[in-house]
C-alpha cells in the first residue's frame, strides 16, 4: 500500500538543549496513521501532522482497555546517520500483544516502512547529545462506540514520537527499588505477556507507595506465593549471584523484553553463566547479607541499563554489593549504547541505519 504523506504548515519549535527534554513532554510535527475495518482490513496509511483524536465517548477502548502499544527508539550516530536498534522485534511483539488482546495483526513490513519515513520527515527532532533518543509510541486502540465487552471490529494505529533525554533523572547512576508484597502486576494466563494499558494501570498504586519509599521503580513477585521475582515496572531484572546472572524465565506474566533478549546474547557471548529460572526473595536476601550478592540491574528501551544499588523489602533496606554500579551492567550499558548510537561494528544484525 501507498503511504500517504501530508506535511505540516505549522511546525513546532525544537527543544533548544538536552536539558529541555525530560522523557516523554516533547512530541515531533507528524504521526503515522493507519486504520483497520473488516470490510477492509488494514487500510490507508498516512502520515499526517500531529493532532488530537477524536473518539466517540463510548469507544471499546476507553471501557474495556481494548489496546496495544510498543516502545523504542531512533539514534543520531556521531556520523550524523539515524539508527534504528531491533525495530522489527518491536513489531513482531506488537503483533503477539494483538493476538492476546484480540486485535488483527498487521503487515510488520509495511508499518516499518511507515516508521522510518515518519522518523525521515522528522528528523531534525533526532537529538544529537549521548544518552538522548528519538522516542516512539506505536499504538492500536479500538475504536467500537459500543458499551458491551466484546472485540472491536474498528481500529485505529498510530504512531508518535518525541525527543528524549534519560529516563531517570538519576541517569546512568544506580536506583533503589520497592519490592511490593501487597501488590501483583500479572498472572500467568492474564495479559502480563502483552504489552497492554491494563497492566500499567494495575501498577499505578505500588509505584505510588514505591515513591514514597524514595525508590524510582518497583520489584514485582510472583501473584502465586510472592515469593519469587519476575520484573521491575518499567524493565526486566537480572541479579548476578556468585557465578550466575540470573532473570525470571518467561512463564507468561512477564514482559518478553527486546533489551532483555539482548542482553541474554550478548552476555552468553561473553562466557557468562546465564540462567533463566525462579529467584526467591529468600535466596535474594541470603546473597546479600553473604556477600555473594554482587549487583543488580535492570534493562528496557527506556533506560537500556538501569543500575540497582539498594532495594526495599518489608521495611528493610538491602544494599547491594558497595551500591555502585557493577561491572556487567557497566559494559552492558556501554556495548549496547556504542551500537545504538552506530560507534561499533554491528556482527549481530541488530541496528539499520535509514538516513
Not at 510488520?108 to 520527515?121: F, Q, T
Not at 486502540?141 to 485505529?156: C, E, F, H, M, W
Not at 524510582?216 to 510472592?226: C, F, K, N, R, T
Not at 551500591?323 to 561499533?344: K, M, V
Request: aromatic fraction near 10%.
Amino acid at each position: 500500500m501507498e503511504i500517504k504523506i501530508q506535511k505540516t504548515t505549522n511546525p513546532k519549535k525544537v527543544p533548544s538543549s538536552t536539558e529541555e527534554l525530560g522523557f516523554g513532554r516533547h512530541f515531533t510535527d507528524h504521526m503515522f496513521f493507519m486504520n483497520y475495518s473488516e470490510e477492509k482490513g488494514w487500510h490507508n496509511p498516512r502520515i499526517e501532522p500531529r493532532r488530537a483524536l477524536q473518539l466517540d465517548p463510548a469507544s471499546i477502548v476507553l471501557h474495556y482497555g481494548q489496546q496495544v502499544f510498543e516502545g523504542l527508539k531512533a539514534y543520531r550516530g556521531a556520523d550524523e546517520g539515524i539508527y534504528l536498534f531491533r525495530h522489527e522485534k518491536n513489531f513482531e511483539r506488537m503483533n503477539r500483544s494483538c493476538k492476546r488482546l484480540v486485535i488483527p495483526t498487521f503487515d510488520v513490513d509495511l508499518v516499518s516502512k511507515g516508521l522510518k519515513e515518519l522518523i525521515r520527515l522528522d528528523n531534525h527532532w533526532i537529538p544529537s547529545s549521548d544518552g538522548c533518543a528519538l522516542y516512539i509510541r506505536p499504538t492500536i486502540i479500538a475504536t467500537d462506540p459500543i458499551l458491551g465487552v466484546r472485540p472491536s471490529k474498528n481500529y485505529l494505529f498510530y504512531i508518535l514520537c518525541g525527543p528524549v533525554g534519560a529516563y531517570y533523572p538519576e541517569g546512568f547512576n544506580p536506583v533503589s527499588i520497592f519490592v511490593s508484597d501487597k501488590y501483583v502486576r500479572a498472572v500467568v494466563g492474564g495479559t502480563g505477556e502483552a504489552k497492554t494499558a491494563g497492566n500499567y494501570s494495575a501498577s499505578l498504586a505500588a509505584q505510588q507507595e514505591a515513591i514514597e519509599a524514595g525508590c524510582s521503580q518497583v520489584l514485582w513477585l510472583d501473584a502465586q506465593e510472592h515469593r519469587y521475582v519476575e520484573e521491575v515496572g518499567t524493565m526486566n531484572i537480572f541479579f548476578r549471584i556468585k557465578d550466575e546472572l540470573i532473570t525470571s524465565p518467561l512463564t507468561g506474566s512477564i514482559l518478553p523484553g527486546i533489551t532483555r533478549a539482548s542482553v541474554l546474547e550478548l552476555a552468553r557471548s561473553w562466557g557468562v553463566n546465564v540462567v533463566e529460572r525462579m529467584l526467591s526473595m529468600d535466596e535474594i536476601i541470603e546473597s546479600q547479607k553473604d556477600g555473594s550478592l554482587k549487583e543488580v540491574f535492570g534493562c528496557g528501551t527506556a533506560a537500556i541499563i538501569s543500575p540497582v544499588k539498594k532495594f526495599i523489602y518489608k521495611n528493610v533496606d538491602y544494599v547491594v554489593a558497595d551500591g555502585g554500579t557493577g561491572e556487567l551492567a557497566a559494559r552492558l550499558y556501554q556495548t549496547i549504547l556504542d551500537l545504538q548510537y552506530g560507534r561499533t561494528k554491528d556482527t549481530l544484525g541488530w541496528i539499520e541505519k535509514i538516513a
